[in-house]
């Protein structure tokens, strides 16, 4: 175990259990690059660590690859996302662990590039689809498209995070829904919160490059249903 997957998972359990909903911890994201209190100060902390984190051989999106294969030979349903932000990973978090999972592990990689091209580079492949195909599993690129198409246009802040509620996590609620009984959901990298003057806005592969470089991996194994 790496010191990047006790702190995310840490966190996730920790807004879990004081019933933080996907709106709450959005705007906690957004705050948190200041520092703030609370689930704020949780995730500064793990900004913090991002971004003083050194390159090693275990953080490395090869290494996630090696073991998404294992997995994928075990019996698991890939599903391979472009772009699954920190607000993504623990509502798709807190909705799997709602249904009461048999298993439920969250690992975290460094995409230092912050974006699809630097994954696909590290990992050997010509686009995500072909990633999705070499591990028999499904590519979804729903999350990205809206990032660029939606996410990426200024506003305030409390606007911002309509949109997020209504477009991300509507979208995060369904495939924790409709996902196999023993899945793995891996992602490329995730996304940071920019600002022009007081409007708000989401990017990735850019300065401040830091939430960014999360790439998750998520393993479910869920009750079987009768």
Known sequence: ??????????????????????????????????????????????????????????????????????????????????????????????????????????????????????????VRKASMLQVATTLGGQKVSSLDRILHEVMSKPAQLEELARKAHTHFGAYVEELARLLPTRAFIVSDHGYDFAREGDLWYLEHGREPNILSKLAPLVVVEKHYIY
Not at 83 to 98: I, N, Q, V
């Open 1 to 122: 175990m790496h010191q990047l997957w006790p702190p995310v998972s840490r966190l996730l359990a920790s807004a879990l259990r004081e019933g933080t909903g996907y709106s709450e911890f959005f705007l906690a994201v957004a705050r948190a690059y200041a520092g703030g209190r609370g689930l704020s100060s949780s995730i500064h902390h793990l900004i913090k660590l991002l971004e003083r984190l050194q390159p090693t051989p275990e953080l490395s999106l090869r290494s996630a690859l090696l073991y998404v294969e294992k997995l994928g030979a075990g019996g698991y349903a890939p599903v391979v996302v472009d772009c699954l932000g920190l607000p993504e990973l623990y509502w798709l978090y807190a909705k799997l662990r709602e249904a009461q999972p048999r298993a439920l592990a969250v690992y975290a990689y460094v995409n230092e590039t912050g974006r699809t091209s630097g994954f696909l580079e590290e």
